[in-house]
């Protein structure tokens, strides 16, 4: 089966978005993942667990994560389960970031010349 | 344990059941972590107007994959045809002959609304085209033989518009279903795919 372009997912939802890049900082459980959205957004983005879930079942069924086979941490609770990036997911993060960041810097050039 | 973990537990079962047979443990132990955190006020602060945002919207999610949307204009379909049959065949009222075709061109009219562009264009994208083929064909056979059955309960010495009506609709949807039977016949069969998740995004 032939693997999407990431452009094709392009524009990525914001939550969707802001769960990829809490799994850029490695494998993460489900509670974690919404500590780590919170964190990184300074509070703005605070998501509810189905709306979590529901996001990574989308990343999960388009192949964007994965959930992992084995537990990263062995002392966990073992109900938790784990998801990473897969490369597709890795992919689109990037393409996605470096499509915000082109947006940011026209924002910033024409609010205010001489930021960019 | 805090006695708010069954009340949210009985509460993720309003999600769709492919979605909470996968991920309800997670809701629940989600949830329980949130109490240990934050406490039970946050923690349903959060999960109230979570639930009430997303519980709809799965819903309709689920709703709206092929499978199901097909499922549902296919039985209304079949209803339609049934109920139009049933009034010509039964003599209860005045007039209801009329309401019998009126039945049964909106059967004729729902069968094709549902091929339609903007019918597909609204439910998620399905491999099993096969099936769905095969599906068509036999709810057009269903509105040929009601309009056969129909036709033969209500000819008589005059050739009405009711007859021409019922000769369209039977002689219309004869040839679409023998057409799809082919066609359905012709398509490879695809294997169903384990997941059939909705596609609507955030």
Known sequence: ?116 | MSASHPVYRSLVRLYPRDFRQRYGEDLVQHFADLITDRGARAAWTRTSIDLIVTMPRYRLEGIMTEQQTVTTVHLTITLLTAAGVLSFMTDLYAGQGLVGLVLLLAAVVLAMTQRSTLARAIRTPDTNRRRRRLATAAVLALIFAASYIAFVNLIGDSWTLRETLLTAIGTSAMIAAAIYLIAGLLTPKTPRRPDQAALIDH
């Open chain 1, 1 to 116: 089966m032939a693997v999407p372009e990431p452009s094709s997912f392009l524009p990525l939802p914001q939550v969707q978005f802001h769960v990829l890049v809490a799994l850029t900082d490695g494998e993460r459980h489900g509670y974690s993942i919404m500590q780590s959205v919170e964190s990184s957004s300074d509070g703005i983005v605070r998501m509810g667990p189905a709306t979590l879930y529901g996001t990574l079942k989308r990343l999960v069924d388009h192949g964007l994560a994965e959930e992992l086979a084995h537990r990263p941490v062995p002392d966990d609770d073992q109900r938790r389960r784990y998801y990473r990036l897969t490369g597709l997911g890795q992919r689109v993060c990037a393409a996605e970031a470096n499509r915000l960041s082109d947006l940011v810097r026209i924002a910033r050039a024409n609010l205010r010349p001489g930021m960019a």
